[in-house]
């Protein structure tokens, strides 16, 4: 692979960062190490001195002394040594990817922790994206990343997708204006990355099959594309054996995988993780040397502690636990749904996720009916227009998050919303 091809200008010139290249050196040193380098506030006088969490099931975590010390000082870009390796043994578990024994120059498979998976998809965005560029994507999209690519001016292509995902005739079609050697022309424009969302896709909840991936993937290969797999509902998937990943298809090393704790652990404390080629993973580090410095210490130490008292199979239970939940609630918005709001509306069902895609019959725009009526009644929703390309165009649909509520208060909030629909229509 050629990766320099794929790079703005910008992401071209980032250098190492001096001195956050000594704070590496420290994170790995032994402790006879005498360090004069790094701007390291002594945290002697950080006041705050310990703290206790208290976590279901498993003992206290205490961080102690040294610990809290530690949680509240700089730490490498990368993130915390003993957190990367922990992931990467999860990542090889889960995925295997061929690329974990390659060469760093051919494409080795590579992690780095960021604030969220937000965050390193931002960068990777910022890493790819020059104006002009030709970028595919699925539509409806999160706007998360939607907006965050958007400014970067590429030419942002739908490819068409259904209840399962990327319809890969609609994206071989797409494809065919160019011919597989113009991907070695920078004039052509050929697709630089297709970004896609493959479990419980926000908004719709449609997830992508194994059979269409591999069809992507090859498509990938022929066309010389990257593939920027954002996953965060990879641990929210209903419906077991969950389907093979595209990072473990990721023969060439042209997959940049993004992970999070947010859905499973904790949204606030801010971690997720990227997985790719080791030359582009460097660049997006290279971008956090010289913006946040690196993910939050406190955050990464707290989930290192609670990984490493579960273990894998505990971690993984915990994950069985919680998609127990999501799907129950899922059952029970899907049930509500069914109740006041067949005749008048359609949907899918959601396989992974915390989201139900409703387009409303007659109503062929819902912005009026979500942002005004429905807040009048006191109900919030997500109306569809947002998660589109050109949000100027209409959309029937609105999306609706069965992660917070009860079932008293689906009934309520569909029973108000069909009122609604009967007099807007
Ligand atoms: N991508 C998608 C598709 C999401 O739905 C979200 C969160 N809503 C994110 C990325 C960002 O997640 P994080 O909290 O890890 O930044």
Not at 53 to 59: D, L, P, Y
Not at 389 to 418: C, G, H, K, N, Y
Request: aromatic content about 10%; hydrophobic content about 40%; overall charge neutral.
């Amino acid at each position: 692979m050629n990766y320099s091809r794929f790079l703005t200008a910008t992401s071209l010139a980032r250098r190492p960062n001096p001195i956050r290249t000594t704070v590496e050196i420290m994170s790995r040193a032994p402790r006879t190490l005498i360090s004069l380098a790094p701007g390291s506030p002594n945290p002697k006088l950080f006041p705050f001195k310990s703290a206790a969490f208290t976590v279901e099931n498993v003992a206290t975590i205490q961080l102690e002394e040294e610990m809290i010390e530690r949680a509240l000082q700089y730490s490498p870009s990368y993130g915390i040594p003993e957190l990367l390796s922990w992931l990467k043994q999860l990542q090889i578990k889960l995925h295997n990817p061929p690329t974990v024994y390659y060469p760093p120059s051919q494409g080795q498979m590579d992690l780095c922790i960021t604030s969220g998976c937000q965050d390193g998809l931002c960068k990777a965005f910022e890493m790819l994206i020059n104006p002009g560029d030709t970028i595919l994507v699925n539509e409806p999209l999160f706007p998360g990343t939607l907006y965050a690519m958007k400014p970067l001016g590429g030419n942002i292509i739908n490819v068409p997708s259904d209840e399962y995902g990327i319809i890969p005739e609609g994206l071989k079609k797409i494809l065919s204006q160019w011919k597989p050697e113009d991907s070695k022309d920078p004039t052509k424009k050929t697709p630089k990355f297709l970004y896609t969302v493959p479990n419980g896709n926000n908004p719709t909840g449609n997830s992508l099959t194994g059979d269409r991936k591999k069809e992507i993937y090859e498509l990938a290969r022929k066309y010389d594309f990257l593939i920027i797999e954002d996953d965060p509902y990879y641990f929210l998937q209903f419906n077991k054996p969950w389907e093979p990943t595209f990072l473990s298809m990721d023969v060439d090393g042209r997959v940049i995988r993004a992970d999070t704790f947010s859905k499973v652990v904790s949204s606030g404390l801010r971690v997720g993780f990227m997985t790719g080629p080791k030359t582009l993973i460097e660049r997006i580090v290279l971008h956090t040397q010289v913006s946040s410095l690196h993910p939050c210490t406190l955050s990464q130490l707290m989930i290192l502690q609670l990984l490493t008292q579960w273990g894998e199979e505990g971690f993984l239970a915990h994950v069985d636990r919680t998609i127990n939940f999501y799907k129950n609630q899922r059952d029970l918005m899907l049930a509500a749904a069914d109740k006041w709001l067949c005749d008048l509306a359609e949907w899918h069902v959601p396989k992974a996720g915390m989201f139900l895609w409703i387009k409303v019959k007659g109503i062929s725009d819902t912005k009026e009916l979500i942002e005004k009526k429905a807040i009048e009644r006191e109900v919030l929703l997500v109306p569809g227009n947002g998660f589109y390309i050109d949000a100027s165009i209409p959309s029937s649909f609105f999306r609706a998050s069965f992660s917070l509520v009860t079932p008293a208060q689906m009934d309520t909030a569909f029973q108000r919303l069909a009122q609604l629909i009967k007099e807007s229509v």
